[in-house]
Nanobody, 121 residues
Framework: QVQLVESGGGLVQAGGSLRLSCAASGRFFGINAMGWYRQAPGNQRELAAT???????FYADSVKGRFTISRDNAKGTVYLQMNSLKPEDTAVYYC???????????????WGQGTLVTVSS
């Protein structure tokens, strides 16, 4: 069973920074793309950023220039550095990993439990 454990959320003032981490554990062969999604109260979950196993990144327009996604393939960990935070960044942040459990199986999309980020004005 593959699990993702997130950490790093919390309360920060507008203009501040936070760094989220998400580590994969369990038995798996490898991980393809990893990503961070967020869900604000009353809204649908939306993509914030993704990164391929080769390091290619994609950002939503709303976070471009302020957030940086990175990963450590050896550790199965993905990070999200969030700078210049705004109150509208307040949400539960979820990490995801497209995981190869066994080569004979299709990749499995695994989700973390979420970590709350609150940005005060």
């Amino acid at each position: 069973q593959v699990q993702l454990v997130e950490s790093g959320g919390g309360l920060v003032q507008a203009g501040g920074s936070l760094r989220l981490s998400c580590a994969a554990s369990g038995r798996f062969f490898g991980i393809n793309a990893m990503g961070w999604y967020r869900q604000a109260p009353g809204n649908q979950r939306e993509l914030a950023a993704t990164i391929t196993s080769g390091g290619r990144t994609f950002y939503a327009d709303s976070v471009k220039g302020r957030f940086t996604i990175s990963r450590d393939n050896a550790k199965g960990t993905v990070y999200l550095q969030m700078n210049s935070l705004k109150p509208e960044d307040t949400a539960v942040y979820y990490c995801s990993a497209n995981t190869i459990v066994r080569l004979s199986d299709r990749p499995l999309e695994v989700w973390g439990q979420g970590t709350l980020v609150t940005v005060s004005s």
